[in-house]
Structure formats: structure tokens, C-alpha cells
């Protein structure tokens, strides 16, 4: 008989329980949930460290406790099953978690080769991927160390990606609702805009998100080292002097903004990490490239006043996107930027007094105060000496792995850009919580039926699941139902009816295969499609699922009510009608 106790809960004392998941006679099987905990920033589950009987609980919902209390007594069969949870309770020096009666046999070591180990996993980058696979890591009771080159934790998307352009893209969105207002009767006249203090705030959002990891490691005891890290062997990494040995490893070093080749040395010349810098606003600014990072950009100075030329390699801004999503942006931004051009590429950049003088494969060339290269991001694999390690990197740089984030050795996972897929923060934190479950001895894989991607313009595009051009390229099945925003009575409210909500569906069966959607606000309403998909709704599901009105999320339902052909805001289509 042991008793299960509260394990290490970082510096949190008396916390409620808000949750008991079982009952005195109940048969538990390692990591089953027994209770949850609530602090004031987070619930947390305390798992099942054996398998047993539960004998008799010790608190009831409400009680408050403190690491070390008493939950309840749980009988096992005395030969207590190494689970990862008991493992982790061992190795994380939260013994405390469990006492037991009746002496049990010590839980066998995680460590692949032998133990002794400093830490048992060593997290490589603090982007969304690997903090959140360190944090989970630690959450999980493994001893757990995240190395990250620079000061600041949060990787690409807190300090140069994400967080950044979503704050400038809010302030551009702020100054064209304000200037669109004049035609409906409101004018607030030209803004003046600050750099200084809009660049001040900026930094202050990265700022507090930032420290908000710093506090969130410190709680965790996940021990943070700054430091460039190099594999120098199966079992351990270099951190400038110190060597730092490992049960596992989790790759998480992302990626970094591909460059055109030959191009001059020039500080006008900058990546979107120079463009979210904001040091100043150009006259007249070159995009290079029309995929999500360079039109989110593109939307940003062209707020604050540049005159923006956007140049496309291919024939469809947002390569990729379905056309029908990608028209309204379009056309839209035609209307605001000084040229668009598709089907052309740089061919030479020189730098004069003047300007950068650019020389396209079409037209003559054009003189800019800035140019703007987004053409995608590459993976960091051949900077951090995998092969020290026998991990496998492709010539690109990125690392295969399997679908619990494996590479080809066993105990090193990778996660997040490096690996590929869609280059999102997303993605990168799902797969962090794999990678670090899959260590801990749980049965979980990296499966999802969707991975959504957002293009934050104005307006945004948002899609997940199948596309028509994926479906057409692969010869899949399938049918479409779309509601233009044009009959959205929110829509129109917000005079933003340049929208459109697109979903598809299987033949047959009706269940959703894939959605997308062109409008204000696309970026949210897109999760519950992908929610919807994951949940294996059909349209109907969607249909009688009662949306509050008026809002742009009925456009979902709508949607789905023109696929079940019980529409009334629109006339049905007579294919789908019953
Ligand atoms: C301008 C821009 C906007 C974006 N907007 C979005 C968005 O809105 N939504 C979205 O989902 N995605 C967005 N992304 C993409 C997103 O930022 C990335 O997909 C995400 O950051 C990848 O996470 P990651 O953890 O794999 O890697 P990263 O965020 O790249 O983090 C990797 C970390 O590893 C560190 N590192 C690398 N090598 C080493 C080493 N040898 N030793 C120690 N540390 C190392 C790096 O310093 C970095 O901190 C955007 C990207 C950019 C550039």
C-alpha cells in the first residue's frame, strides 16, 4: 500500500482542488489523472505515479494542499510498474510524491546508457517548440535543461515573428478602419504616428511575454542556459565550455529568413527581422516575395505611409492558398499598393546614393529606399553538429523524424521549423508537448488533421484542412459550400462584406474535409472549423450548431447551411437543395 502525495508543484502552497477523477475501489493505470489542482495561473493534474487499487481518498474537492499532502492511498501489487510517471517522480526528486508502506523495488533509470546523466532532457532552443516541450518536460517530472543562444527566451515568433507583426498589423488595421471611416461620416484626419513610441510598445509586448518564460522556467526548475549548443556526441551537447550530458534530447533550433544570393552589402536591404525593427518608414518599399510574411509586412508600411511595390515569383499572391480565398486580398491591395507583380523575379540589386536600384525579369527597372527580401525561411539542422550525434540532416537542414518526433536516433527528438511541415509557432508547440511525452513514456503521436495557417492581412485568409488545389492536384473527391460575407448582416455592419467563408466536404458522407476563409477577423474564425474537422463533424453538425447573431462566426454556419441546403438568408443551391 503507498500513499500518493502532491508532488513538487513549484512554489505554489495551499491550492484547492477543484477535481477528483476516481472513487475508492477504483483499478488505476499509470498517469491516470487522480486529482486536479488550481493555482491562481494554472490547473494541473497529479497522475497516477503506479498502477493499483485505490484504497481510500484523503481530500475532497475544495480541501487546499500543499507539495507532500496526502491524496490517497493506493494498493499496488508490490511489484511496482516502472511507469513514466513513477519514473519521473524518482528522477525529478519528488520522491516525496510517493511513500511507500511497504518498501518497493527502486524504479529502473530512464538513461539509455546507464544513468549519471545531468539532466534528463536537454531542450535545444526556446522558440515555441522547445520552451513548450521544456516546460512540458518539466511538468512531467524530468529533469529538464533548455538552451537557448540568445537572452531573451521565445524564439523567432515572441521576439522577431508572431507577437511582433501581430502587434503592428493591429495598429496598421487601427490607422485603415480610421481612414475607411471618412466615407461613413467619421474623420479623424491624418494620423501622425510616433515610431519611436509605436516601436516602444511594441518591444513592450515582446517584453512582458518574454519575461512571462523566464518566470514560467524559474517556477517549472527548468534550468535555463544561455549559449550557442553543438552536439558533440549521442549523449551530450557543448555549451561554450561547459558539456552538458543527456537521457534525451530535443532539437528545437527553428529557423532563420533565407536571402537572394549576390545581393550588395547594404543596410537597406533587410529580412523581416529588420523590417519588425521599425526603425524608420521608407518612401517607397520593395517586397520581395508575396507569401504570408512579406503581405503581413507589406500591410504594415503601407499603413504607416510607405508606397509599397510587392514582387511574386509565381502567378497567385500566397502561393499555395486556394485563388478564390486569395481574390478579395487581392484586389484590395491593389487598390492601396503602388504595383503588384507577378510571374517576376529580381534579377540584380545595386546600391546608389539614391536608392537600391532594381533590376526585375519584366519592365524596367526601379529605384527604393528599401528593400524587403521575404522568400522564405530556412531550417537551422546544419548548425548544431547533428552529426556528432548520428542525427540524419538533409541537405536542406532539416531533420526527418517520425510521428512521435524520433530522428533516427532514438532518443533525440526534433520539433517545430526544423523539421518542416508548415514553418508555424502552432505546429512547433503541439509537437514540443509530443516530443516531451513521448520521453516520459507516454503513448502519444503528432497526428493532427489540420494544421490551420493564417495570412494576418487585411483582409486576413485563413485555411486548414484540404484545399481545392490540393483536392484537384490530388484527385480527391469533393464539394464546396461558400457564403459570400456580402448576405452577413455583421459583414456589412462593419462595411467589411469583402469576406468569404468556404468549406469542404466529402461527397456522400458530407463530413468536413477542409475549410477556408477570406475576411476580417479569418484568423479566428478559422479554429472552429479545424475544431469541426478534428471532431469528424459533417455539415450538418455545423449547421444545427446554434452561432450567436449577429457575428462573423455565423458565416461558418452559413456555410454549412448552404451545404445542407437549409439556408434562408440566401436563396439554396438547387445541387445541394433537398
Ligand atoms: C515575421 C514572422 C512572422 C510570423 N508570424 C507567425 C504567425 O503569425 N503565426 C505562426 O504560427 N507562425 C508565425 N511565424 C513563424 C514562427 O515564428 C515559427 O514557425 C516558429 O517560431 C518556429 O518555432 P521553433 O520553436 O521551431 O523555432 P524558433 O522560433 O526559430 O526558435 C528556435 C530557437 O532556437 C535558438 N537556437 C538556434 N540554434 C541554437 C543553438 N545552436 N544553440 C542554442 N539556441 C539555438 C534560436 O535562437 C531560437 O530562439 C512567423 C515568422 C516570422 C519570421
Known amino acids: ?185 467619421i474623420s479623424f484626419g491624418k494620423p501622425k504616428v510616433d515610431i519611436d513610441a509605436l516601436r516602444e510598445w511594441k518591444s513592450s509586448v515582446v517584453a512582458q511575454l518574454t519575461g512571462g518564460l523566464d518566470t514560467l522556467a524559474r517556477r517549472r526548475k527548468v534550468e535555463v542556459v544561455h549559449g550557442v549548443a553543438r552536439l558533440t556526441g549521442p549523449h551530450s551537447v557543448a555549451v561554450d565550455e561547459r558539456t552538458i550530458s543527456f537521457d534525451s534530447c530535443i532539437i528545437a533550433a527553428g529557423s532563420h529568413a533565407a536571402m537572394l544570393p549576390d545581393l550588395p552589402d547594404d543596410p537597406r536591404i533587410v529580412t523581416s527581422t529588420g523590417a519588425l525593427a521599425l526603425t524608420e518608414v521608407p518612401q517607397r518599399l520593395l517586397v520581395v516575395g508575396g507569401g504570408i510574411i512579406g503581405l503581413e509586412l507589406a500591410t504594415v508600411y503601407d499603413a504607416l505611409g510607405s508606397k509599397v511595390t510587392v514582387l511574386e515569383l509565381l502567378d497567385q499572391l500566397l502561393p499555395g492558398c486556394d485563388p478564390d480565398l486569395v481574390d478579395p486580398l487581392h484586389k484590395r491591395v491593389s487598390g492601396r499598393y503602388d504595383a503588384i507583380h507577378l510571374r517576376t523575379e529580381v534579377i540584380s540589386i545595386s546600391s546608389q546614393k539614391s536608392g537600391l536600384k532594381v533590376r526585375f525579369s519584366h519592365g524596367e527597372p526601379e529605384v527604393f529606399d528599401c528593400v524587403l527580401v521575404a522568400v522564405g525561411r530556412q531550417p537551422n539542422g546544419l548548425a548544431i553538429d547533428a552529426a556528432s550525434a548520428g542525427v540524419d540532416v538533409d541537405a536542406r537542414g532539416f531533420i526527418p523524424v517520425d510521428t512521435q518526433l524520433r530522428t533516427n536516433v532514438s532518443w533525440i527528438h526534433a520539433i517545430g521549423d526544423i523539421v518542416g511541415g508548415p514553418m508555424l509557432a502552432h505546429k512547433a508547440s503541439h509537437e514540443g508537448k509530443v516530443a516531451a511525452e513521448v520521453i516520459a513514456g507516454l503513448t502519444v503521436e503528432f497526428d493532427p488533421r489540420a494544421v490551420p495557417s493564417v495570412a494576418y492581412t487585411d483582409p486576413e485568409v485563413a485555411w ?3 484545399t481545392e488545389t490540393a483536392a484537384r492536384g490530388q484527385g480527391i473527391d469533393y464539394e464546396t459550400a461558400t457564403f459570400p460575407w456580402a448576405a452577413s448582416g455583421r459583414a456589412l455592419g462593419l462595411a467589411r462584406e469583402d469576406g468569404m467563408t468556404k468549406l469542404l466536404f466529402e461527397p456522400g458522407t458530407r463530413r468536413l474535409l477542409g475549410a477556408g476563409i477570406v475576411g476580417v477577423n479569418a484568423g479566428e474564425l478559422i479554429a472552429e472549423t479545424v475544431h469541426a474537422l478534428e471532431m469528424g463533424s459533417d455539415v450538418e453538425d455545423i449547421a444545427l450548431t446554434i452561432h450567436p447573431h449577429p457575428t462573423l462566426s455565423e458565416t461558418v454556419a452559413f456555410a454549412a447551411e448552404m451545404a445542407a441546403g437549409t439556408i434562408t438568408d440566401l436563396m439554396p443551391p438547387g445541387r445541394a437543395r433537398r
Open 1 to 185: 500500500m503507498i500513499e500518493v502525495r502532491v508532488p513538487d508543484i513549484g512554489d505554489f502552497t495551499d491550492v484547492p482542488v477543484i477535481e477528483i477523477h476516481v472513487s475508492a475501489g477504483d483499478t488505476v493505470a499509470v498517469e491516470q489523472p487522480l486529482v486536479t489542482l488550481e493555482s491562481d495561473k494554472a490547473t494541473m493534474d497529479v497522475p497516477a505515479p503506479f498502477a493499483g487499487l485505490v484504497k481510500q481518498l484523503r481530500v475532497a474537492i475544495g480541501d487546499r494542499v500543499s507539495e507532500g499532502s496526502v491524496l490517497l492511498t493506493l494498493e499496488t501489487d508490490g511489484a511496482v510498474p516502472a511507469g513514466p510517471a513513477a519514473r519521473a517522480a524518482e528522477c525529478s526528486g519528488t520522491e516525496a510524491a510517493v511513500t511507500a508502506e511497504t518498501p518497493s523495488p527502486p524504479p529502473p533509470s530512464p538513461s539509455l546508457d546507464g544513468g549519471g546523466h545531468d539532466a534528463q532532457v536537454v531542450v535545444i532552443g526556446a522558440g515555441p517548440g522547445g520552451y513548450t516541450a521544456a516546460f512540458r518536460a518539466a511538468d512531467l517530472g524530468l529533469k529538464t535543461v533548455l538552451i537557448e543562444r540568445y537572452e531573451q527566451l521565445g524564439g523567432v515568433c515572441l521576439n522577431v515573428g508572431c507577437i511582433p507583426s501581430k502587434a503592428l498589423l493591429h495598429a496598421a488595421r487601427v490607422i485603415a478602419e480610421t481612414e475607411e471611416m471618412a466615407s461613413r461620416g
Open 464 to 466: 486548414m484542412g484540404l
